[in-house]
C-alpha cells in the first residue's frame, strides 16, 4: 500500500512513468480505458470512412479518403502496441469487433458507449454520402487535434511518444477535410448540403468531450492522465469550428 502511495503521491507531483511494472492496479485501469477509447475509435471510424472511398467525386479526394482509411488504422496499431505491453492480446483485439458496424441515424446516444467497444460515442453514426462524410471528418478531425494536444502530454512516457507521433497525421486528416469542405461550400447545393450534415454533426462531436463536471476528471488528473477539463476542451473546438465555419459561410 505505501508503495501504491508513494507512486500516486509522485504522479500528483506531475511525474512520469515509463514501464507498466511501475504502475499502480487503479493506474493501469485508466491508462488501459484510455487507450481502448482511442483504438476503438480509430479503428471504427476507419472502418466507416473506407466505405466513403467510392463516394469521392475526383482521384485527389480518393486518395486523401484512402489515405485517411489506412493512417487511423496505424494510428490504432501504435497504441495497441502500447497496450500490448500490458498483457493485451493484440491479434484479438484487432478483429473481436465489427468496427463497421453502426445504429440507426436518428438514434441518441449522447455520451453513452455500447457494451462491444469502446469508441466514442459519435462512431457509432453512419456516413451518408461524401458530403456528409467531409463534414464530419472536418469536425471530428479538429475535436482530434485538440484531444491529442491533451494526451500528448499523459504521465505515461511511451504512450505520449505516441500520441505526439501521432498528432502531425491527424492534423493532415482534418486539413484535407477542410479542403474539400471549401470546394463544396463554393456552390448553393454543396452550401445546403453541408449545412445539414453541420447540424447532425456538430452536438455528436461535441459529445466526444464528455460529460461536462466530469467526476473522473480529478482522478485522472491526479494520475497525469489529464491536465484541462472536458469544458475547456470543448470551449476550444467550438471556437475553432465556428470561426472556420463563419470563413466558408456556414454558421
Known amino acids: 500500500m505505501s508503495d501504491t502511495m508513494n507512486i500516486d503521491d509522485y504522479l500528483a507531483q506531475g511525474g512520469i512513468l515509463s514501464s507498466p511494472s511501475n504502475v499502480s492496479p487503479r493506474y493501469r485501469g485508466e491508462l488501459l480505458r484510455l487507450m481502448a477509447t482511442f ?7 476507419s472502418a466507416g470512412f473506407a466505405d466513403t472511398i467510392n463516394d469521392a467525386p475526383g482521384i485527389k479526394q480518393r486518395i486523401a479518403a484512402a489515405r485517411i482509411t489506412l493512417e487511423k488504422t496505424d494510428h490504432a496499431e501504435r497504441v495497441l502496441n502500447v497496450m ?6 493484440k491479434a484479438r483485439y484487432a478483429v473481436h469487433h465489427p468496427w463497421a458496424a453502426r445504429v440507426a441515424r436518428d438514434a441518441d446516444l449522447g455520451t453513452s458507449r455500447q457494451a462491444t467497444d469502446m469508441r466514442l460515442s459519435v462512431f457509432y453514426y453512419p456516413l451518408q454520402g461524401w458530403v456528409d462524410a467531409v463534414v464530419m471528418n472536418v469536425l471530428m478531425g479538429r475535436a482530434v487535434g485538440i484531444q491529442l494536444t491533451e494526451f500528448s502530454k499523459v504521465s505515461y512516457a511511451p504512450l505520449a511518444e505516441v500520441f505526439r507521433e501521432i498528432a502531425p497525421r491527424e492534423a493532415r486528416h482534418a486539413e484535407l477535410g477542410v479542403e474539400g ?3 463544396i461550400a463554393q456552390t448553393e447545393d454543396g452550401r445546403a448540403m ?3 450534415s453541420i447540424a447532425f ?4 462531436v461535441a459529445a466526444s468531450f464528455g460529460q461536462s463536471e466530469s467526476k473522473r476528471f480529478e482522478t485522472l488528473k ?3 492522465l489529464r491536465h484541462r477539463t472536458n469544458e475547456a476542451l470543448l470551449a476550444d473546438w467550438t471556437k475553432d469550428i465556428d470561426a472556420l465555419l463563419a470563413s466558408l459561410h456556414l454558421n
Open 181 to 183: 469542405l471549401q470546394t
Open 222 to 224: 491526479k494520475f497525469g
Open 84 to 89: 500490448g505491453t500490458f498483457g493485451v492480446d
Open 201 to 204: 454533426w456538430k452536438p455528436r
Open 39 to 45: 483504438v476503438d475509435s480509430e479503428l471504427a471510424g
Open 194 to 196: 453541408a449545412k445539414v
